[in-house]
């Protein structure tokens, strides 16, 4: 190599790196990020991630229930750079258009049903009597609020689509009225009482269950709400849950279990924010780590919001 060309190739060095740094340093200030419980692993990892690319950044990442995080900032006007929801409807149903504009699908999950060692008759337990064993007065179960949490709702779902599926008339019914005093507003809310030994089993994503190291029984598909081929079976079963305004119910139902992610229109650092979902979508990065912790990436996914993402997300999406 000449000497010339290597005072050029450093040069061009340099100044990449310069400009790199100075890109980081651009970004700044606090990224506040609304969050569906289950995604509180992973989007841990992503966040120290990315604030370590760009320390100039805080993450503040606060979990609740996908529909409670949606009314805090359609009902409560709170801040919020990005919103990312265990089921993508409810960014279309309580925020387009008047919070949002766009909505993503990035990640899946599936249905199960959770336990730990000390659980009663978790010895006993297998894919085929798991709705005898929960059932049975001797034994508890969690499940979240179908208001306030997609898992509820998606736990409804579930004993509907298992009735069907096993033969056996009535069984949502009695599931629906057994143990109602451990409904709680979030599923992650649940492992405290599952650790505790106060109940038994939780309707959960696999995810979680994964994440947090606990047993699991594996669902059938005509059951888990994980197979998208299957939209027409799980389209039979519904649960009526509250709606945008005080005492509507809207009708949900049953459907493959996708993610969402948007940036609400009062963003109040919206570059950032920006940044934050190029980083998370991005295969090799946050999908990356979205994977490990046991939630297939959807990306890229078909969205009705195509034209209205900002040009540097459209490659996360499909317009067809």
């Not at 507003?185 to 959960?204: C, Q």
């Not at 606990?214 to 994980?226: G, S, Y």
Request: charged share 25%; net charge positive.
């Amino acid at each position: 190599m000449n000497k010339t060309l290597g005072i050029i190739l450093a040069a061009a060095l340099i100044c990449s790196v310069a400009f790199a740094g100075s890109k980081a340093k651009d970004l700044s200030g606090d990224l506040v990020i609304f969050h569906a419980g289950s995604l509180s692993v992973p989007l841990k990892e992503i966040a120290d991630a990315f604030m370590k690319e760009h320390p100039g950044v805080k993450v503040i990442r606060e979990a609740a229930g996908s529909r409670n995080c949606a009314r805090k900032i359609s009902d409560l006007n709170r801040p919020c750079d990005v919103m990312a929801s265990a089921d993508y409807t409810v960014i279309d149903a309580l925020l387009i258009p008047d919070h949002a504009s766009w909505n993503i699908k990035f990640a899946a999950n599936e249905m199960a049903i959770v336990y730990h060692d000390e659980s009663r008759l978790a010895e006993k337990i297998n894919n085929d009597n798991w709705t005898e064993i929960l059932s049975n007065d001797a034994v508890r179960f969690g499940r979240s609020d179908p208001n306030a949490d997609p898992c509820g709702y998606r736990a409804v779902l579930t004993m509907k689509l298992a009735e069907n599926y096993y033969k056996k008339p009535g069984l949502a019914d009695k599931m629906l009225a057994k143990d109602n005093k451990y409904i709680r507003p979030k599923e992650t809310d649940l492992l405290a009482l599952l650790e505790s030994n106060t109940i038994d089993y939780i309707f959960l994503y696999r995810s979680v269950a994964e994440q947090h190291g606990l047993k699991f029984i594996l669902l059938p598909d005509e059951v888990n709400l994980k197979r998208e081929s299957l939209t027409p079976l799980y389209e039979t079963v519904s649960v009526d849950i509250s709606g945008k305004a005080p005492g509507e119910k809207i009708t949900k139902k049953g459907a493959p279990m996708i993610y969402g992610v948007t940036i609400p229109t009062n963003s109040p650092n919206p570059k950032v924010a920006l940044a934050f979902l190029e980083f998370m979508l991005d295969k090799d990065k946050g999908m990356k780590i979205m994977e490990k912790n046991g939630q297939p990436s959807v990306v890229p996914s078909f969205t009705t919001t195509f034209k209205k993402l900002p040009r540097s997300l459209k490659k996360f999406a499909s317009s067809h």
